[in-house]
């Protein structure tokens, strides 16, 4: 397929970044990055508390770490049914639009826990539906939200600084957001939490209206299934991509599934309630802003192998550790160490396919690798069947195991050691040039 692209007037400040591409700040040097970076920042943090609302809310209401585990495979089930066409839209359609509609779709469901709890009439059933729709609408958000990325720079050396500085907000808010929520439960309730929530997300909403994002011709398309099976052929035929999205596949559903076992952890293994829960997902997120923030100075792409690959191997190791641990101290240790090489690794990731992937079928591979990050809750559906089982400490060691033995196989691979040197030289040596959306 032939794309082609009008070449927009651009606004005079957008011309080159106001700062160096060595510098950690650099990809904020472009105000389309700064004006979506604040409403990303907002609109995530009322993220980081409905999850903590939600999983308290739901545990208080039943009692079960299955059910737990429930809310997060109709999260993915809604996530699975689209994400893949969330990927087709965002090669289609306006992708600023596309966050305007889901952005606007998740507050409005927030807004409705927020009316039944105020009314009183808040039930578990009613979690269950509200984590169907958010699992719909992330599912056309993720691929969106990735792939308008490069096109709010035309710097291309700075996609790692710019993917690095974009992660940074969901890392950021994982320090006090959870923390933010654990405070609202315990001093104001659900339903005080739940109206936060829905001002975060309507104000993340409303800031995109800012945004300035040059627009592109029509190009030729095919149908909506043709060009879904076209994107996965791509995948399925280069060894890189296809290597990199399984590693995140691992990575999310045997890795971070323990994050929806945080309230099994907090009361049955710890004894502590919900405002030390918080803490316990903060010290996860400070090391993965640690590990983010270290990565933005990393603009050239150096070391991609032992970021990815070795950044991927600690994080398991650190999981088996805090799975291993009855120690509250000692498991924030491995919580912050495991977040900071999770980062490492997912952000090199992101930057090798984002560098690699053709413009015409960026959507479309940012939907599938979506599609991993969509199927953590179903990742936390399987480790809350194996704490029931057995207990919630051998079911995250079990999910760690997973992922050392899986990136113990990627090194193995010398073909694909080599095929992620040449892509980080995208990244190090391409000048500067606008980078299209739609």
């Known amino acids: 397929m032939v794309s082609t692209t009008t070449e927009?007037?651009?606004?005079?400040?957008?011309?080159?970044?106001?700062?160096?591409?060595?510098?950690?700040?650099?990809?904020?040097?472009?105000?389309?990055?700064?004006?979506?970076?604040?409403?990303?920042?907002?609109?995530?943090?009322?993220?980081?508390?409905?999850?903590v609302v939600f999983a308290w809310v739901a545990y208080d209401l039943t009692g079960s770490a299955f059910y737990l585990g429930l809310l997060g495979l109709v999260q993915t089930i809604g996530t699975v049914s689209v994400v893949l066409l969330g990927g087709v839209a965002a090669d289609r359609v306006n992708r600023r639009m596309l966050l305007f509609f889901t952005q606007g779709s998740m507050a409005l469901t927030v807004f409705t826990m927020l009316a039944l709890s105020q009314a009183g009439m808040l039930e578990a059933w009613h979690l269950l539906a509200a984590s169907?729709?958010?699992?719909?609408?992330?599912?056309?958000?993720?691929?969106?939200?990735?792939?308008?990325?490069p096109a709010l720079i035309d710097d291309r050396r700075l996609l790692m600084n710019a993917l690095a500085l974009g992660s940074s907000v969901w890392q950021g808010t994982r320090i006090f957001?959870?923390?933010?929520?654990?405070?609202?439960?315990d001093q104001f309730g659900a339903t005080t939490t739940f109206a936060a929530v829905t001002v975060a997300l309507v104000g993340g909403t409303m800031l995109l209206g800012l945004l300035r994002i040059p627009t592109v011709m029509e190009r030729?398309?095919?149908?909506?299934?043709?060009?879904?099976?076209?994107?996965?052929?791509?995948?399925?035929?280069?060894?890189?991509?296809r290597s990199l999205i399984l590693l995140t596949f691992v990575d999310s559903f045997f890795g971070t599934a323990y994050i929806y076992l945080m309230p099994v952890f907090a009361v049955d293994v710890f004894e502590v309630g919900a405002g030390a829960m918080g803490v316990m997902f903060g010290a996860s997120a400070l090391g993965a802003l640690l590990g983010t923030l270290s990565a933005a100075f990393l603009v050239h792409g150096r070391w991609p192998v032992h970021l990815l690959l070795g950044g991927a191997i600690g994080f398991g190791g650190l999981v088996i550790a805090f799975g291993a641990s009855n120690i509250l101290w000692l498991s924030l240790s491995f919580l912050f160490l495991s977040g900071a090489c999770n980062s490492l690794s997912m952000i090199t990731n992101q930057t090798l396919l984002q560098a690699a992937v053709p413009e015409e079928l960026?959507?479309?591979?940012?939907?599938?690798?979506?599609?991993?990050?969509?199927?953590?809750?179903?990742?936390?559906?399987?480790?809350?069947?194996?704490?029931?089982?057995?207990?919630?400490?051998?079911?995250?060691?079990?999910?760690?195991?997973?992922?050392?033995?899986?990136?113990?196989?990627?090194?193995?691979?010398?073909?694909l050691r080599n095929r992620i040197r040449d892509a980080s030289t995208i990244v190090s040596e391409t000048e500067p040039e606008p980078a299209p959306t739609r």
């Not at 957001?177 to 439960?185: E, F, K, R």
Request: charged content about 15%; cysteine-free; aromatic content about 12%.
């Open 132 to 149: 169907g729709v958010i699992g719909v609408t992330q599912g056309i958000d993720q691929p969106t939200r990735t792939a308008i990325i």
């Open 8 to 51: 927009p007037d651009r606004d005079p400040v957008e011309e080159k970044p106001r700062r160096s591409v060595s510098g950690v700040l650099g990809a904020f040097g472009y105000r389309n990055f700064r004006v979506y970076w604040i409403s990303a920042f907002t609109f995530v943090l009322g993220w980081q508390i409905l999850r």
């Open 177 to 185: 957001g959870p923390a933010l929520g654990g405070i609202l439960l």
């Open 220 to 241: 030729d398309r095919g149908s909506v299934i043709g060009e879904l099976f076209e994107g996965l052929t791509f995948i399925r035929r280069e060894q890189l991509f």
């Open 362 to 415: 960026r959507g479309r591979v940012m939907g599938v690798f979506s599609l991993t990050f969509g199927l953590i809750p179903a990742g936390g559906f399987q480790a809350g069947y194996l704490a029931d089982t057995f207990n919630a400490q051998v079911a995250v060691i079990i999910g760690g195991i997973i992922v050392v033995g899986f990136v113990s196989i990627l090194l193995l691979q010398g073909s």
